[in-house]
């Protein structure tokens, strides 16, 4: 096990600790004033509150994209499904059509929607707020939907899916 002084916290320590959170994988897409989308894979999201139904994802103050995010007044969350890795390979890439080849359509917001996700909610930004090297992007849900599958997983810094042995409830 590794550990470290609490005053003496070092950016890997903190990164490899984290990684032992699994988390699902999320691309989250917006378009830009010219009406062109945009997206990239995230991590970093989670449920705020039910009244009203408010998420967050947080953003790297170095990702390309996100003056993009910063003046937009939507966007949309789609949860990635266990087979589409290359997808979230994709958006997290350097790529400057993250897009192309990509089935996706225009959402309830006008959004770019994902074909094939577990889920995907359509939100009005509600806040930024600045948080050390990332910016929190905290959303209203105005349009969600989902269907049954299994999740793309990350955990210890590597793409993973359940092993799920037993049905929900019993």
Not at 29 to 58: A, E, K, Y
Not at 97 to 109: E, I, S, T
Request: hydrophobic share 40%.
């Amino acid at each position: 096990m590794s550990s470290q002084a609490a005053g003496a916290m070092g950016a890997s320590l903190f990164r490899a600790a984290c990684a032992r959170f699994a988390t699902g994988i999320t691309v989250v897409t917006t378009t830009d004033s010219h009406g062109r989308p945009h997206g990239l894979t995230v991590n970093s999201f989670t449920s705020v509150s039910l009244d009203p139904p408010l998420i967050l994802v947080c953003l790297g103050l170095r990702v390309s994209l996100l003056e993009h995010f910063r003046s937009a007044e939507t966007f949309a969350v789609n949860i990635l499904a266990a087979d589409q890795q290359e997808i979230s390979r994709r958006f997290a890439s350097p790529l400057e059509d993250r897009f192309q080849g990509v089935a996706w359509k225009p959402g309830h917001n006008g959004t770019p929607v994902l074909d094939g996700t577990l889920a995907t909610m359509e939100c009005n930004v509600a806040q930024l707020l600045d948080a050390g090297d990332h910016v929190i992007l905290v959303g209203e849900v105005r349009h969600a939907e989902y269907r049954d599958g299994e999740p793309l997983l990350y955990f210890n810094s590597r793409y993973s899916h359940l092993n799920v042995t037993e049905q929900p409830g019993r």
